[in-house]
């Protein structure tokens, strides 16, 4: 919900009238007027953690009227610099596209062409730690003590452990390819606000932020924001958080987090058993607005996310009940965000299994053709409804029957959702804009 009073700090409003997008390279597009050496698998092979399957920019340049003609408003892109995985969150240089994905030109012109037909991007930082190869570090492998870029990570003692035995350097989880950089060091922080600022004077809309959690200093990303402001002020800054987000909410970090706590009540309450229903449906309600209350930022609202099960592999999914969910998530405060290929059903299992190649050509059966219609119905509703954007959210009733409206300029939209009975899939619905009494 959003409350805006004249003490609220700014954000990116026009985050609120728009549907995302979430996009990994890899596995969206491939076009074969880019050529780059490389072993590639077929497209629509099995993923694996490993693998590449050659999606790149101009794939997604290809794709734009796809998007344009879908509703998409604007896009998030998964990492996109220099690095040495498929996924890319492994990042060796911060200030170049990955020659996988495409060239600088590339980049240029998606942005262009992206913003030509008004859809916004943004890309996804990793700032909390770097790859193996990233320079400062190779250096550090290579000097060890002598080396001027000691300080930026967290070193323990040398020789560095960096391919065998326990690593003695922080990192991500414990993973040796990833040591997390040192944010504490004056020069560090100076380069990573460099990356954010480099890439929004080159036009990008704002920055995703992978595990920005990690990076427990309120400062940094205090001084994050004034510098990525002090560049474009509408540039929207999300972070991924999976908990209580209130801490980086508060009008000097981040814009809006990725509502990973709203997918879990979502699934946890409609795709549980029929015999726990009854249960979960009473407390739902309370849950709710709890998830959604008043900050002053706007969230990525989200089913799924390259982390997690798409929506139609989760254990006791259907077409009616993803329907369902969707709608929901399109007239619940923040913003939809849609991970590649959600709108025609995709399956995939957990990582890498969700990050299958989108099956171009081959995926419209009729019963998903049908879904793909009701999700252009869906963002369609929400692009042209200011009380979804807008509007503040009422529980009406509860019990058996949820009853949800949004509030705004005295209009106000309905969504009404109740179990038929036991046993049976849920029914649903929602109105169109009526004047409040």
């Known amino acids: 919900m959003q409350t805006k009073t004249s003490n609220s700090p700014s954000f990116p409003h026009w985050v609120e009238e728009v549907v995302f997008y979430q996009i990994f390279p890899d596995r969206f597009a491939k076009s074969e007027n880019y050529k780059v050496p490389g072993v590639f698998a077929p497209w629509g092979e099995k993923p694996t953690r490993n693998n590449l399957c050659g999606g790149n920019l101009r794939g997604i340049i290809e794709h734009l009227d796809y998007l344009e003609d879908l509703g998409i408003g604007a896009l998030y892109l998964c990492p996109i610099f220099k690095s040495n995985s498929n996924h890319r969150y492994h990042t060796y240089d911060y200030f170049s596209i990955d020659p996988v994905l495409g060239t600088d030109k590339d980049f240029e012109e998606l942005l262009q062409k992206a913003h030509a037909r008004g859809i916004r991007i943004i890309l996804d930082g990793v700032f909390n730690h770097c790859s193996r190869g990233f320079f400062q570090f190779d250096s550090v492998l290579e000097l060890g003590k002598e080396s001027p870029y000691v300080n930026w990570f967290h070193i323990k003692n040398f020789p560095l452990k960096a391919y065998s035995g326990e690593p003695n350097y922080e990192c991500w989880w414990n993973m040796p390819a990833l040591p997390k950089f040192n944010t504490e060091n004056p020069e560090v922080r100076e380069f990573l606000f460099s990356v954010a600022e480099y890439w929004l004077s080159r036009g990008i809309d704002g920055w995703r932020l992978d595990v920005p959690n990690e990076i427990n200093d309120d400062s940094f990303w205090q001084e994050f924001r004034l510098r990525v402001k002090n560049i474009n002020k509408d540039a929207y800054i999300v972070g991924e958080i999976w908990d209580n987000p209130s801490r980086w909410l508060q009008g000097d970090q981040f814009d809006g987090v990725m509502n990973y706590r709203l997918r879990k009540l979502l699934l946890e309450t409609f795709l549980s ?12 309600s309370k849950e709710l607005v709890n998830v959604c209350a008043d900050n002053f930022g706007i969230s990525l609202n989200l089913l799924s996310s390259h982390d997690t099960r798409r929506l139609m592999s989760q254990p006791n999914s259907s077409i009616i009940k993803m329907k369902m969910l969707w709608t929901l998530l399109f007239f619940l405060p923040g913003v939809p965000c849609i991970y590649y290929g959600e709108e025609i059903a995709m399956e995939g299992g957990k990582d890498p299994d969700n990050r299958r190649c989108f099956p171009w050509g081959t995926f419209l059966s009729e019963e998903r ?10 963002i369609a509703w929400r692009k042209n409804e200011k009380t979804l954007q807008y509007g503040r959210l009422e529980v009406v009733s509860e019990a058996d029957n949820l009853r949800l409206r949004r509030i705004y300029a005295g209009k106000y939209t309905e969504m009404t959702i109740q179990l038929s009975k036991i046993g049976s899939d849920f029914t649903y619905s929602y109105t169109k804009t009526a004047k409040t009494c």
Do not use: I, P, W
């Open 369 to 378: 053709n049908e879904f793909f219609r009701y999700m252009k119905e869906l």
């Open 273 to 284: 058993q029929t015999n726990e229903f009854q249960e979960k449906f009473s407390a739902f």
